[in-house]
């Protein structure tokens, strides 16, 4: 298990910006189940999702540097999510699939071509014994706007996407599990981007970026 407590290239938890960011949960005297779950929250509504800017480069999915910002997109915040968990003590790892998203906007499908979110990221981490799924993907309001009822995370039991939204409709169905890893797998991630959206790579498509340039001011 301590393979999942390191730091690593990714998830630079040694950083004193990251120290900063989790000092409360550290010195609290909740136990870890609660300290989780006030985590979740924080990086679910923290950080608003955008999947709008998007950056290849392997230095821009540091923990230390995605904390600076305040969006992310479902990769981005998974890394922080798992990232502040091994900060506070907490075994972590990341997982990835593919998902097709039934509600997602006219504007995103059209920019991505498809439906199908591909190497969408979530996180799992070591609680009670056992691991247990987070995603702390979409931030309530953004829920709230599509009409599905944010994610909620218990720490005991999976918080996966919801299969349907508050009226029943088809919301998320997930096609493909690439498993889970100790840390990020960049080129896996970068080669599986380019091999469903090759077309944007290196382009400015309507409000949508996606650069191997770090760090690049949007």
């Not at 989790?22 to 989780?36: M, R």
């Not at 790892?93 to 979530?122: D, M, P, Q």
Request: glycine fraction near 6%; aromatic fraction near 16%.
């Amino acid at each position: 298990m301590e393979k999942y407590l390191k730091s690593t290239f990714y998830f630079d938890i040694q950083e004193n910006n990251v120290q900063e960011f989790i000092k409360d949960l550290v010195k609290s005297k909740e136990n870890e189940i609660e300290k989780a779950k006030k985590l979740y929250l924080k990086v679910r509504d923290g950080f608003q999702y955008n999947p709008y800017k998007i950056v290849l480069n392997s230095n821009a999915l540091k923990l230390s540097y995605l904390i600076t910002k305040n969006y992310g997109y479902c990769v981005e915040k998974s890394i922080i999510m798992a990232g502040l968990s091994r900060a506070i003590g907490i075994p972590s790892r990341l997982g990835f699939a593919n998902v097709r998203n039934h509600l997602g906007t006219e504007k995103i499908e059209r920019i991505l071509g498809t439906n199908i979110l591909v190497f969408h990221g979530y996180c799992e981490l070591y609680l009670k014994g056992k691991w247990v799924k987070a995603t702390p993907a979409f931030n309530k309001e953004l829920c709230q706007k599509f009409g599905v009822e944010p994610l909620e995370f218990n720490g005991l039991e999976d918080s996966i996407f919801q299969p349907y939204n508050s009226d029943g409709s088809i919301f998320m169905e997930y096609l493909k599990d690439y498993g889970t890893f100790e840390d990020m797998p960049f080129d896996l991630f970068k080669s599986e981007f380019q091999s469903y959206y090759g077309h944007l790579v290196g382009q400015k498509v309507e409000d949508m970026y996606v650069t191997e340039k770090f760090p690049i001011d949007f």
